[in-house]
């Protein structure tokens, strides 16, 4: 998904534009599913995904504001990310080992 988005920024600049990333990013889903991508639902497809979006950034809160909404694996972020890091080729939390000393002070 990573190397078809930033295709898709290379060949399409109406896509760079953030007005219509919702429905890009939308069509670009659908298509890797294999989703026929219909006239109508091409016009509805901003809207489709500014409700997912919308919808997981509640999903978000109220588990935050609600602890005891939360599912079993609700703590295992960090795992999950250093994970991905390693994955990557990174080493987890490498930015934290960066040294701060010699940073002119003003």
Not at 21 to 36: D, N, Q, R, T
Not at 64 to 92: C, W
Request: proline residues 5%; aromatic residues 10%.
């Amino acid at each position: 998904m990573n190397e078809t988005i930033l295709q898709y920024l290379r060949d399409y600049p109406k896509f760079r534009e953030r007005k219509e990333k919702a429905k890009w990013i939308g069509c670009i889903v659908l298509k890797k599913y294999g989703i026929e991508l219909t006239p109508k639902l091409k016009d509805q497809m901003a809207d489709l995904v500014t409700d997912m979006m919308n919808a997981d950034r509640y999903w978000r809160m109220h588990t935050a504001e609600f602890p005891h909404l939360r599912g079993s694996d609700y703590d295992t972020k960090t795992i999950v990310e250093q994970q991905a890091m390693i994955n990557l080729g990174y080493e987890p939390n490498y930015h934290n080992d960066t040294k701060h000393e010699n940073i002119p002070q003003q």
